[in-house]
């Protein structure tokens, strides 16, 4: 629908854009929960998936396939692991928006944000697992990426900012 380049795009943007605020929110909780190698090393890991989104997917999917797991598994843990972004915002934005830390547009662009990643690889695995019902996936699909574009191009830019200028990790504080 937006053409390979828009694709590649987003593909490329999205661990540029939410590595950094996710590590910064994953890592400030920690340390407020008490810190330790444990807790550290879940929040490199919620900071990994979550924060590089499409690539840690691929990868894992690419892997899973490569270990002869099977297409079927492959797409899966690729789809499973593609939920984690859209999860971490999700929950980030309606947690701050229930919780009133930042500013309420900044938490509605993230749980905006966080609806369309997951509907756009919701809407897809729709469409492969059910090929009759592929209209309702690409439509799951189109409406995602309708809301995805703006809201996650404004959330990137608004909590890349907060972070750049030292206010506090992005929708935590």
Request: a positive charge; proline letters at 6%; glycine letters at 20%.
């Amino acid at each position: 629908m937006i053409g390979e380049d828009g694709a590649e795009f987003f593909f490329l943007l999205s661990p540029c854009g939410m590595l950094p605020a996710v590590a910064a929110s994953c890592f400030h909780r920690a340390r407020q929960r008490g810190g330790g190698a444990r807790r550290h090393l879940l929040a490199a890991l919620v900071a990994l998936f979550a924060g590089t989104g499409p690539v840690a997917a691929g990868a894992l999917g690419v892997g899973v396939g490569a270990a002869g797991a099977g297409d079927r598994l492959a797409v899966a843990v690729a789809l499973v692991a593609g939920l984690a972004p859209g999860g971490w915002l999700l929950h980030h934005g309606v947690g701050a928006l229930l919780r009133g830390r930042g500013p309420t547009p900044l938490g509605a662009l993230g749980a905006a944000a966080g609806t369309g990643l997951l509907g756009l690889p919701v809407g897809l695995y729709l469409g492969m697992v059910a090929p009759a019902l592929g209209w309702l996936g690409a439509l799951v699909s189109a409406l995602a990426l309708l809301v995805l574009v703006p809201s996650f191009a404004g959330w990137a830019v608004w909590a890349g900012v907060r972070l750049l200028a030292g206010r506090s990790a992005p929708l935590t504080r």
